[in-house]
């Protein structure tokens, strides 16, 4: 089995910063691909942004350039510092992650979500 444990959400006045933390444990061989997605009230989830093993990193066109996700291989963490945020930007934040499992299976975990709620 694999966890994935989320921290760093909370309310926050537009135009703050929040930084997301997502620890992945377990039984985990290699991580490929660790990213961040949201689901904002009466919205589909969409991906935020995410990161692969060798650090190359994509982003929803919304956040570039307010947000950086970034990564600690060694940890099996991954982070989503968030700044200027908007209103439009509070929603649950999901970490996820894309693995291969010690028995080389392929797994993808999703994290129980994290609340941003961001006030005007």
């Known amino acids: 089995q694999v966890q994935l444990a989320e921290s760093g959400g909370g309310l926050v006045q537009a135009g703050g910063s929040l930084r997301l933390s997502c620890a992945a444990s377990?039984?985990?061989?290699?991580?490929?691909?660790m990213g961040w997605y949201r689901q904002g009230p009466g919205k589909q989830r969409e991906l935020v942004a995410a990161?692969?093993?060798?650090?190359?990193?994509s982003y929803a066109d919304s956040v570039k350039g307010r947000f950086t996700i970034s990564r600690d291989n060694a940890k099996n963490t991954v982070y989503l510092q968030m700044n200027s945020l908007k209103p439009e930007d509070t929603a649950v934040y999901y970490c996820n992650v894309d693995l291969w499992t010690v028995v080389h299976s392929r797994h993808n975990a999703w994290g129980q979500g994290t609340q941003v709620t961001v006030s005007s």
């Open positions: 990161i692969t093993s060798g650090g190359s990193t």
């Open positions: 377990g039984n985990i061989f290699t991580i490929i691909a």
